[in-house]
């Protein structure tokens, strides 16, 4: 990663950085950063000095296919963690323990926070969990990161990334919640936390800010993409019906006129 792709990424598209400072040269901390595309877990981990572990969802690491394995080995071979977001706890929890486990070794422990991908380019609610929990059972400062326009590299579904779009990665000053140290289980506690790392996320990447879940917004964009698709097929269908009207009461005109015409031959030769 550090070797080959980084040098590749700058060099196709020229990625910029601010407030690296800000991520300590040794010591454990936490990267909370917003996720418009794919494409973050390159640029990210690859661009900074030091190594960070990042939570992956499980599919990465189980999709069958020559593909399904290039994609197991790339995060397999970046340090990356596979979490199960099917919503079982104990999933969670080994989750947990296993960020735990990271930041007591020192190291740097990234996260995205909304859960999964933002779907149109806005910054979603943050999730209670992993962030705030890892964060208050550790005291390990938080980190804020926004990633700007990777969306437009390389846009959600999209394989082939787009050049001529230079990405950055902005980088703003540690967060201490060393305060709430051992209120890990106080859900509002958890909740304060994660709502002032996702402020500093907006401030930082200038995203609009949408106060429910993404998944619940991907929820929604697929309900308004399957209704208007359904409203697109009744229309279709409403002229195809009104086109074969047309055609059959133009055919049995024609075929009047042709009955009319044949008749009055019949007549002038009679």
Known sequence: MKMIVAPLLRIFFRPWMEGAENIPDEGPAIIASNHLSFSDSFFLPALMKRRVTFIAKAEYFNTPGLKGKLTAA?????????VDRSGVRGAGEAAIRSAVAVIDRGELFGVYPEGTRSPDGKLYRGKVGGLARVALATGAPVIPVAMIDTEKVQPPGQVIPNFGIRPGIRIGRPLDFSRYQGMENDRFILRSVTDEVMYEIMRLSGQE???????????????????????????????????????????????????????????NKA
């Open 74 to 82: 790339f995060f397999k071979g970046v340090g990356q963690l596979p």
């Open 209 to 267: 800010y949408v106060d429910i879940y993404a998944t619940a917004a991907k929820r929604q964009i697929a309900e308004e993409k399957k209704r208007a698709d359904a409203e697109r097929r009744a229309v279709q269908a409403e002229q195809r019906a009104e086109q074969k009207a047309a055609l059959k009461a133009q055919q049995e005109q024609e075929k009047a006129e042709k009955a009319e015409k044949a008749e009055q031959e019949n007549e």
